[in-house]
């Protein structure tokens, strides 16, 4: 189903996705939660199982929210963005990223996807934190809402593993 | 498929279409190359095409049969309209508008255009030409007339074969049909509305060119049966075209402006630049845009910010999610504020999505933000600005009509910030500003992460030492036991003599112990106080001297002997033959001891600074040499020697009461006191002494100021130069060894140190001397007595 109108594709145009071929894996779930803890954005890759993926992502606030209160004590800028693995399943790797204001990436990984390094998360999430914030110049989203964007779906789509 | 029904229009066009594909009239098959290019003017994406090659059976067939052929035009015509394809559709589609397909400009079309208007001779005619490659051509200011034509071609079904319709007819009817198909959602081709039309209606401007020259809109176009198809047709084509059509033909458009002067630029744009750019903007349309610029910010150089853009494109009424992506688009820099490009091309895309057409993914070429040359816009009949976009975007679409991208336009060559403006957008969306610019944040700045080392002079300059007295003058009142404390990196001879006025400032024997002991653990102090005393000479010669520097960091070679120290200390021990400091404080002769002491505690610290003082410590700063010294201990040893070996011990009581006597030396004696002062007289005496020879030896200068009573004790020094020069010189010798190295500094204070040694067992030696002198005088005088006592017996 790579071409046609049909196709599942995500937002972005008629993808040539080769199917059978092995595209770079990445990403497998990416999320935007808000500072209130209400996801503002929040896609996956395989379509089947999407509840899994929220509800990893919903589990994985609370350590956020761990990690963050754990050096939450020194002033925020002093937080490093990038709070790194957050806990690892048999299947899959969920790691966090949080801004300063309070916005949380979470990005769940297959755990067979081993090629992923550190920083190679971090870029992805610098990516994430780059588009968030375009997100949020356009003076027509409104803070909170859900992100609708083209250009971020775009982003995180080639972020992601693609699938056929 | 095979059941497909066409309708007679489409019966006709469709046949019409296979025979210009089949080029060689096999009346069977045609051309695949054909058939793709048709389908190519179709505006529709290529994943489309294959979709519905696929479906049609052409790539089962591997060729295109009559009735594939017609299936897939008829997919066409279901894809350009916007509902999904599928086999079924194309028996449940009704009311199937024709496929649209972009023609391209030549004569063809024109001929096409005209002769499909009428009848069915002219659509076999036209569809001959209609199959062209999609042309872009020319379709700029076509694109004016062709919101004309729009409306006309509704209106007027057939228009004869003039090709060249006053834009007055055309509003009338275009405008219902156009809106309507306006609402005629391109399923997903956002090429095809705007890429179709242009095309298409470069013929016509052709035609018209032809014509009337001064028709803006040329409705000369006359579409095939199914005007709304071309209505539509004209409603996806380049935003330009609604622009400049909708001119007032369009009922209440208030497209007027541009009307107006598409009219008028009509003719220019069609002659201007032949590419088919659905999105540029025409020169109208830019003004237009420039006008509304400026009643949010008046400043053309200026930016709108987003709340007022935000505002501004609201009254569009358009969808807050398309506006969001409009914005996405339009806000190149992602400042959050539109520069008049970015306003520009915002405008521009929101009137084309007002008018049906799709928004690209992707800013067009022709919207990115150039520097625009202001003066270069187009004259405009009328400006464009006024009429309505800001007052009533409610209007009907045709109203934003101005904005629509005409197909032609000026736009001034990029200049150099265009191209920035270019390179950055195509960076601006990529996560590579930010790392860039987290990584540039440390290379920003090469010159603050270069760390220059401050040299630090460890050897004492001139300055530095005065520096150091300075610095010292302070603490050392304060502080007994800094004469010793001088720092050893200062010049050994200072600080000798430093350590040998400690000594004579009656810090006794033990004091010069303590002293000494603590000498090397503050040599701060001692470099301070050797400092002091150079300032002391120094100021008199050179009172440009600057303030103390801060404690030097001491000497890492205090301990270590250093070659220079070797070197002074023979020198030391060749120039004095006595030893006069030996390295080990062997008991040099008591010459010297109480010479070097001398001249090393008195050494008043007082500005003025005694003259021999200034002489020999300038001497002394410049060269820190003991050489200086030498020449002069050599002299002072000689006197000194000469004068003091004779009669040390009593000379230095001699000396003692002579410096008492003189007011220095009670001020020396005070100062003594005031330091420290043991009261050890014989300590004091050859302290007394070495004050004396103060002047030989520039280092004690500090000690001495410690003795405070600078100014006193100068005089004093000079009585005592001689006596303590040798001393002095001796002491002075020793820690004056030029320090130019950090490491000579330990090698200094720890021959200082040594030196102070010395000093304290010549002084006790002194004394103990002294003492026995004192008791063989006693007996000799008892002797004396006695001999005369026993003289008279030997007369008897």
Redesign the interface.
Known sequence: MG????GRVTS???RDAVPGAGPPKMAVCIAVIAKENYPLYIRSTPTENELKFHYMVHTSLDVVDEKISAMGKALVDQRELYLGLLYPTEDYKVYGYVTNSKVKFVMVVDSSNTALRDNEIR?MF??L???Y??VM?????NPGDRI????FD??VTSMMIQVC | MEGLTLSDAEQKYYSDLFSYCDIESTKKVVVNGRVLELFRAAQLPNDVVLQIMELCGATRLGYFGRSQFYIALKLVAVAQSGFPLRVESINTVKDLPLPRFVASKNEQESRHAASYSSDSENQGSYSGVIPPPPGRGQVKKGSVSHDTVQPRTSADAQEPASPVVSPQQSPPTSPHTWRKHSRHPSGGNSERPLAGPGPFWSPFGEAQSGSSAGDAVWSGHSPPPPQENWVSFADTPPTSTLLTMHPASVQDQTTVRTVASATTAIEIRRQSSSYDDPWKITDEQRQYYVNQFKTIQPDLNGFIPGSAAKEFFTKSKLPILELSHIWELSDFDKDGALTLDEFCAAFHLVVARKNGYDLPEKLPESLMPKLIDLEDSADVGDQPGEVGYSGSPAEAPPSKSPSMPSLNQTWPELNQSSEQWETFSERSSSSQTLTQFDSNIAPADPDTAIVHPVPIRMTPSKIHMQEMELKRTGSDHTNPTSPLLVKPSDLSEENKINSSVKFASGNTVADGYSSSDSFTSDPEQIGSNVTRQRSHSGTSPDNTAPPPPPPRPQPSHSRSSSLDMNRTFTVTTGQQQAGVVAHPPAVPPRPQPSQAPGPAVHRPVDADGLITHTSTSPQQIPEQPNFADFSQFEVFAASNVNDEQDDEAEKHPEVLPAEKASDPASSLRVAKTDSKTEEKTAASAPANVSKGTTPLAPPPKPIRRRLKSEDELRPEVDEHTQKTGVLAAVLASQPSIPRSVGKDKKAIQASIRRNKETNTVLARLNSELQQQLKDVLEERISLEVQLEQLRPFSHL
């Open positions: 071409r046609g109108l049909g972005g145009g008629s870029s610098r990516k934190h780059n588009s914030t375009d110049c356009n003076p027509f989203y609708q964007s083209r250009a775009n982003m």
